[in-house]
């Protein structure tokens, strides 16, 4: 293959990913700040009603109000936990940094070359560093997606009512600690 056709594919290629990992950011960065200021106004909303002074009518008028807004700060928390734009906003900015990074060493190692200068083992560098970055933005992002899953599987657990053992090595040191402190106390 043409070294220059090689690295114009990878350039085109490392150029795409880019303007899919900035839309992406755009919109986890909206949904993340879209829900913590929705829930956050929601909720203050609702200590406002209920501490207003009202007739008695507009009370219970309030009351259902607030009712509606706490249920609906509850819907909005279960989505963000749920889906956790947050942490995937983080994991996007992340990804597009070392994207747009790569981008300028390729294009600083292109303009201080030739054509007839290009190394194909520094193509294929940048070809295995790109590659990287996308292996690294897929575990993280099944990372976030197992942290979900653990959560909802201990939520399932204590709203069940079943004696499940969760797999979470802080978890488990938490419960050897409040043993260990149990059995002290016991003992005294």
Do not use: P
Not at 80 to 85: R, V
Request: with cysteine.
């Amino acid at each position: 293959m043409n070294l220059k056709a090689k690295f114009n594919t990878f350039q085109e290629e490392l150029n795409c990913s880019i303007g899919f990992f900035e839309d992406k950011h755009k919109r986890t960065k909206n949904r993340a700040y879209g829900i913590k200021i929705t829930s956050v106004c929601f909720s203050a909303l609702i200590t406002v009603i209920l501490g207003l002074s009202v007739s008695e009518n507009l009370l219970v008028l309030f009351k259902d109000i607030a009712l509606v807004l706490g249920a609906a700060v509850t819907i909005i928390n279960a989505v963000d936990a749920f889906y956790n734009y947050g942490a995937l906003w983080i994991k996007n900015t992340v990804t597009l940094s070392k994207l747009r990074e790569l981008k300028i060493k390729s294009e600083m190692y292109l303009a201080g070359c030739q054509d007839s200068d290009l190394s194909e083992k520094k193509i294929n560098e940048f070809i295995g560093e790109f590659q990287k970055i996308l292996r690294e933005d897929m575990k993280e992002w099944l990372r976030i997606r197992e942290r979900v899953g653990r959560m909802e599987d201990v939520k399932e657990n204590l709203i069940g009512g079943s004696t499940a053992i969760i797999q979470d090595k802080g978890v488990d040191k938490f419960r050897s600690e409040k043993t260990d402190i149990s059995k002290s106390e016991e003992n005294n």
